[in-house]
Structure formats: structure tokens, C-alpha cells
């Protein structure tokens, strides 16, 4: 499975973005996605993941603000993000898992894109 990450850039606080990642792989419908981000000097750290079934759950930090999403048809995985902060500011990677269910550790993904640029100015 390959995945290829696109939609990074810089905007303001307050403004958005949508993250795309597009798979490789017939049968990514059974697949657990999540998105993960690292900030300069930081651990690659959980941000959003859905199960096989369409099943979501976020970090704390992104709760309301942003939606983790999937096609199937398209075997894509979204990452739309609103209200964007300074802090969310980090390379942002998607992340596949054959286990469709939940899983929050990067231990637990075995294919991993190439990550995006996320920069939001204050």
C-alpha cells in the first residue's frame, strides 16, 4: 500500500485547510486510517483516525474543529481542519492499518504517507 499526502500549507489563524491522502491497495475499504502530525522537535503524535465502518475519534486538542472523513470509491482518506491555531502548526501524516478498528499508536500502522506541511500564522 502506498499513500500520498497533498493539501498542506500556510494560512492564517482561524482559517482551514483540507488534507487529502490517496491510497493505493484494493481493499482499502477494510482498512483503519488515522492522521498523525510532529511539530519541530516534537513526537509524532495522534490527531484523528476512522475505522472500516466509517467509526471516528480525535485527540482532545482537534475535537470540534476538525473531521476525519473517508471515500472508499476514491480510496482516500480527508482530513478537514477548521479554527486552525499557531499550535497546530506540523508536518501532518496519513496512516494505514490492515485491522479496520480504532488504534491511536503509530506502532500500530504499518503503511505511512510522506507527510504535508500544516503552518498557521497567528
Known amino acids: 500500500v502506498q499513500l500520498q499526502a497533498s493539501g498542506g500549507g500556510l494560512v492564517q489563524a482561524g482559517g482551514s485547510l483540507r488534507l487529502s491522502c490517496a491510497a493505493s491497495?484494493?481493499?482499502?475499504?477494510?482498512?483503519?486510517l488515522g492522521w498523525f502530525r510532529q511539530a519541530p522537535g516534537k513526537d509524532r503524535e495522534f490527531v484523528a483516525a476512522i475505522t472500516w465502518s466509517g467509526s471516528t475519534y480525535y485527540t482532545d486538542s482537534v475535537k470540534g474543529r476538525f473531521t476525519i472523513s473517508r471515500d472508499n470509491a476514491k480510496n482516500t482518506v480527508y482530513l478537514q481542519m477548521n479554527s486552525l491555531k499557531p499550535e497546530d502548526t506540523a508536518v501532518y501524516y496519513c496512516?494505514?492499518?490492515?485491522?479496520?478498528?480504532?488504534?491511536?499508536?503509530?506502532?500500530?500502522?504499518?503503511?505511512w504517507g510522506q507527510g504535508t506541511q500544516v503552518t498557521v500564522s497567528s
Open positions: 491497495g484494493r481493499t482499502f475499504g477494510r482498512y483503519g
Open positions: 496512516a494505514a492499518r490492515e485491522l479496520g478498528e480504532l488504534a491511536v499508536d503509530t506502532r500500530m500502522y504499518r503503511y
